[in-house]
């Protein structure tokens, strides 16, 4: 089954319609095939073209290149998360090399933006993780000091003061960090995308049927045609599982979001006329939050175990009323049709929040599962999956294998029982967060 381009994403929408689209039409050899053009994938070529300009590249994607979960999000380039379960000295150490590697993706992404001179609306002006419910207040001062000790500048904040910064008193407790950027990841997938280097080719709307080791080289097989390459990277995220790629170690959700118009000069000055914010949950199934430098309300609250690669519209428009519920809640005085856009994208998961980054064998190599954090993780894992895939070291590469690795799913039917039972929970944890 191929995933459908559903145009319903509104960071997609608000750009130029793309041209330079080519589909697989003919059987090809390469070097490299990557599967996958998000951020990962897009990384992972334009660092093998640097490295050589001799080699075959070819990446595939089953949809528009960079308009999957890559354009779906909210935009946040994490530097520190909130929910990681720690709760030890060991588990702080763990936290450690986590937020090393949210370092490294905001390096990679900066360096990428600076070098290709990109507009994606880089704003590094932190994040906020908020509440309505003062009882969160133990988790938001035992973060804050977890940060101190870390030397993350932070500061806890209170009714009066998160409404002075976001222009509204829904929320009682939060934490700011100063650390982190909001972007707009439509604008900058789609620099990656424009910026591929003339040695890779780009096959779009091209599903990857199945693939198989066929001596020392893996044949890929698409609708009519096949590509035979030398090494594989797979950078297919949420769809791994799909492609029998690191099945066992990481799963899909879906995430649904909307976004509302502009704002008007009298709707903005009703909420304060506040600077761009973005705002987390404090408890894993509230709403994220963000005031857009154009003056939109993003709103993402909803987590589900929906089929990947199909969201049907009635479904969304369901969401869009949990969404608009949200703004309600926030923003009373605003109207109630000022959603523009709503749509559905794909986050992976493992079970303790780690990511995949691994050399299969000496061909097949997979990088992905970011539990949320992508855009700085997956251009980062991109860059490095790329020169492992080279036979190249780097002490990147050793920052990422220091990290604590994904453990083993349960069987599939245990699995699927637990992730509801999980999401469940956490929604009536979260009810008041919507």
């Known amino acids: 089954m191929s995933i459908i381009n559903d145009h319903s ?31 990962t994938g897009l990384s992972a070529a334009r660092q093998l073209a640097n490295n050589s300009n001799s080699s075959k590249i070819l990446i595939v994607d089953s949809q528009l290149a960079g308009e999957g979960s890559s354009a779906r999000n909210s935009g946040y380039l994490v530097d520190t998360t909130l929910n990681d379960g720690f709760a030890s000295n060991k588990n702080i150490e763990d936290y ?16 990428f933006i600076t070098e290709h001179q990109v507009d994606c609306e880089w704003n590094a002006c932190g994040k906020y993780f908020a509440s309505s419910k003062i009882s969160d207040e133990k988790i938001a001062i035992k973060f804050s000091n977890l940060l101190s000790c870390l030397n993350y500048e932070n500061k806890i904040l209170y009714k009066n003061e998160l409404k002075d ?27 990656m995308v424009d910026t591929l280097p003339e040695n890779v080719e780009l096959y779009e709307n091209t599903h990857l049927e199945k693939w198989e080791i066929n001596s020392d080289k893996i044949k890929c097989f698409f609708k009519n045609n096949t590509i035979l390459t030398k090494k594989i990277i797979f950078c297919t995220n949420g769809f791994l599982r799909s492609l029998n790629v690191k099945k066992n170690y990481s799963f899909p959700l879906t995430l ?7 704002l008007s000069n009298d709707e903005y000055e009703s909420i304060g006329s506040p600077k761009e914010w973005g705002v987390l949950p404090i408890k894993p199934m509230g709403a994220t939050i963000r005031m857009t430098k154009d003056r939109r309300i993003l709103i993402r609250n909803t987590v589900e ?11 969304l428009e369901k969401r869009k009323k949990t969404h608009q519920k949200g703004i309600n809640k926030r923003f009373p005085n605003l109207p109630n049709d ?28 997979v990088a992905g599962c970011y539990n949320g954090s992508g855009i700085g993780t997956g251009t980062f894992f991109g860059e490095q999956i790329a020169l492992m895939a080279s036979n ?11 990290r604590i690795k994904p453990t083993k799913l349960p069987q599939e039917i245990i699995l699927n029982i637990g992730v509801y039972s999980r999401l469940f929970y956490e929604r009536l944890r979260a009810r008041a967060e919507i």
């Open 256 to 262: 649904t979001a909307s976004i509302t118009r502009p």
């Open 96 to 111: 450690k090399k986590k937020i090393k590697i949210y370092e490294e993706g905001i390096n990679s992404v900066k360096k």
């Open 305 to 315: 175990t929906n089929n990947p690669y199909n969201f049907p519209r009635n479904y």
């Open 165 to 191: 910064r976001l222009g509204t008193s829904f929320y009682n407790i939060g934490i700011y960090t100063r650390g982190g950027v909001l972007l707009n990841p439509g604008k900058l997938i789609r620099a």
């Open 9 to 39: 994403c509104g960071w997609i929408n608000n750009l130029p319609k793309r041209t330079n689209i080519k589909k697989l039409n003919s059987n090809l050899l390469c070097d490299y095939l990557i599967v996958g053009a998000g951020y």
């Open 392 to 402: 190249q070291d780097s002490e990147k590469i050793s920052i990422i294998e220091n």
């Open 338 to 365: 000022i959603i523009e856009s709503t749509w559905s994208g794909i986050v992976c998961r493992s079970r303790n929040g780690s990511q995949i980054f691994d050399k299969i064998n000496e061909n097949i190599f």
